[in-house]
């Protein structure tokens, strides 16, 4: 006898933040797991190794450095760069700040296109999978050409949990699940509009990207997207999942901030 939750992971009308918060509190769950053996105890040893003034230093020390980085990247805005002009000179109709996944649902469907020259629609995708989910969730390859980026592979390998469990541990109900409805699965091209092959994907269950200005400049983090910047509340700072901008130096140069 089959669990129907199994195969209905999400019910019709399931709020997307209720997705957004089960991925990210399980990710969290995973990472604390192996906060010490796998990141502080590295990171640690990276910085007495990499810093000259640290390499004689005491381990006291070297975490009092390690603390006061944290703490600068913990005081750091959250910004999303833009345009001040595409912004400001035309209608927005928009009640709330939308990604791009949202802004491209017609008629309950989303369709991508490659309109955007910063995010064209295989190389954005890949770079979002990359960033968002590690590996053994969900895998994603990739080639370069002359015409960008082309998504060679799209692996979904989250599944929903077969049982009724509740709870938010890795691999408990709940990561699985929300994974399903996150990811869109590889593109279906038609013409010049891409849609999820991922019949239970939900564009609205995308996050929104922002990037962590630590460097304080002055024009926001990531100029690339215009000179001027939001700032982001504070409060979105302990909901969030951050990583390096490195997913995005093989897929366009430099990278930059993704929404």
Same mark, same amino acid.
């Given at each position: 006898?089959?669990?129907?939750? &199994?195969?209905?992971?999400?019910?019709?009308? &399931?709020? %997307?933040?209720?997705?957004?918060?089960?991925?990210?509190?399980?990710?969290?769950?995973?990472?604390?797991?192996?906060?010490?053996? #796998?990141?502080?105890?590295?990171?640690?040893?990276?910085?007495?190794?990499?810093?000259?003034?640290?390499?004689? %230093? #005491?381990? $006291?020390?070297?975490?009092?450095?390690?603390?006061?980085? #944290?703490?600068?990247?913990?005081?750091?805005?959250?910004?999303?760069?833009? !345009?001040?002009?595409?912004?400001?000179?035309?209608?927005?109709?928009? $009640? &709330?700040?939308?990604?791009?996944?949202?802004?491209?649902?017609?008629?309950?469907? !989303?369709?991508?296109?490659?309109?955007?020259?910063?995010?064209?629609? $295989?190389?954005?995708?890949?770079?979002?999978?990359?960033?968002?989910?590690?590996?053994?969730?969900?895998?994603? @390859?990739?080639?370069?050409?002359? !015409?960008?980026?082309?998504?060679?592979?799209?692996?979904?390998?989250? #599944?929903? &949990?077969?049982?009724?469990?509740?709870?938010?541990?890795?691999? %408990?109900?709940?990561?699985?699940?929300?994974?399903?409805? !996150?990811?869109?699965?590889?593109?279906?091209?038609?013409?010049?509009?891409?849609? %999820?092959?991922?019949?239970?994907? @939900?564009?609205?269950?995308?996050?929104?990207?922002?990037?962590?200005?630590?460097?304080?400049?002055?024009?926001?983090?990531?100029?690339?997207?215009?000179?001027?910047?939001?700032?982001?509340?504070?409060?979105?700072?302990?909901?969030?999942?951050?990583?390096?901008?490195?997913?995005?130096?093989?897929?366009?140069?430099?990278?930059?901030?993704?929404?």
């Amino acid at each position: 006898m089959t669990n129907p939750a &199994s195969s209905t992971p999400w019910q019709s009308g &399931s709020k %997307a933040r209720a997705v957004q918060h089960a991925f990210v509190n399980a990710r969290i769950r995973d990472i604390n797991a192996r906060a010490i053996t #796998t990141l502080f105890t590295p990171t640690l040893a990276a910085l007495k190794d990499t810093i000259p003034a640290l390499r004689k %230093a #005491t381990p $006291e020390k070297v975490q009092a450095v390690f603390f006061h980085l #944290t703490e600068r990247l913990q005081s750091a805005q959250l910004t999303i760069n833009l !345009m001040a002009p595409s912004w400001f000179m035309s209608p927005n109709n928009y $009640e &709330s700040y939308t990604q791009m996944y949202e802004r491209a649902i017609k008629a309950d469907q !989303m369709k991508l296109t490659d309109s955007d020259p910063k995010n064209p629609a $295989e190389m954005r995708v890949v770079a979002d999978e990359k960033a968002t989910f590690p590996k053994k969730l969900v895998e994603v @390859d990739y080639k370069l050409g002359a !015409m960008g980026v082309k998504m060679t592979r799209h692996d979904v390998k989250a #599944t929903p &949990s077969a049982g009724p469990g509740r709870g938010l541990s890795p691999g %408990a109900r709940g990561i699985g699940d929300a994974v399903q409805k !996150m990811t869109p699965g590889a593109l279906v091209q038609t013409g010049n509009e891409y849609t %999820a092959s991922n019949a239970q994907f @939900d564009p609205r269950t995308r996050q929104v990207f922002a990037a962590l200005n630590y460097g304080r400049r002055p024009h926001g983090a990531c100029i690339d997207y215009g000179h001027s910047y939001l700032v982001l509340s504070d409060k979105f700072k302990r909901d969030a999942l951050y990583f390096r901008r490195r997913y995005l130096r093989g897929l366009r140069g430099q990278g930059g901030q993704r929404r």
